[in-house]
């Protein structure tokens, strides 16, 4: 995607902005005539947004519905779960001392992810953990890659609306964000490999384990 964006990828960025923080959620409609009077665009405009949308894997046509917030099914979420074992492991892999820069911002993430489990705002609490490992893959230092795990975590994100205790679901991994941060500062990647890699495999079981509990 070029530095220029168009109306249309600007609203599809903001709709998927809203997908992340879990303001829209699986089955919810996407109705062409409403987003047209909340973003002043033009219906071509908004459906050239849900185009975009659709492409990322995060909406789909339903015949006398329109589009709507898909729901993932389980072989998505374990190709999700293999390109997360691509990409973040790889970046922890390749990663030098890091910035200062990048240690704020994870710091930043995991600040944001204990205020709102103070807070017990659970589906806040999944939004800033999953920004965490976006600022994992920000490591490798491409843009592209960096565009394409922002697809992957909305994809994510829609998975994980699907708990029914959120409390219990996202309870584990604000310390084992916390410690692969601590282990990344303190220069030990292969550790932070290795906690990255349990955290990913504990990660997906419970994910597949939502679709045994719908």
């Known amino acids: 995607m070029g530095s220029i964006l168009t109306l249309a990828d600007q609203i599809a960025l903001e709709l998927r902005a809203d997908i992340i923080g879990g303001r829209l959620l699986p089955g919810m409609a996407l109705v062409e005539a409403d987003l047209v009077k909340v973003y002043n665009a033009s219906r071509n405009t908004i459906r ?3 185009h975009r949308l659709g492409h990322e894997g995060l909406t789909r046509y339903v015949r006398n519905k329109g589009v709507i917030v898909r729901r993932l099914v389980p072989g998505e979420v374990r190709d999700l779960f293999a390109v997360r074992r691509t990409l973040e492991l790889q970046a ?7 910035t200062n820069d990048q240690s ?7 600040d944001a992810t204990t205020l709102a489990r103070e807070r017990e705002d659970w589906r806040a609490v999944a939004t800033h ?28 994100r829609l998975v994980f609306c699907a708990a029914p205790d959120e409390r219990r679901f996202q309870s584990p991994w604000l ?9 990344l500062a303190n220069g030990n990647k292969l550790a932070a490999q290795e906690a990255m890699s349990v955290y990913l495999h504990d990660s997906e079981r419970l994910s597949l384990a939502l679709f045994d509990h719908p």
């Open 48 to 50: 050239e947004a849900l």
């Open 92 to 98: 922890i892999a390749g990663s030098r001392a890091l």
């Open 104 to 110: 704020e911002h994870m710091q930043n993430a995991i």
């Open 175 to 183: 310390e084992r964000d916390c410690e692969i941060y601590t282990l």
């Open 129 to 156: 953990s999953l920004l965490f490992h976006q600022q994992i893959v920000g490591l490798i230092g491409s843009p592209l890659f960096d565009e394409f795990f922002a697809q992957v975590i909305a994809q994510l």
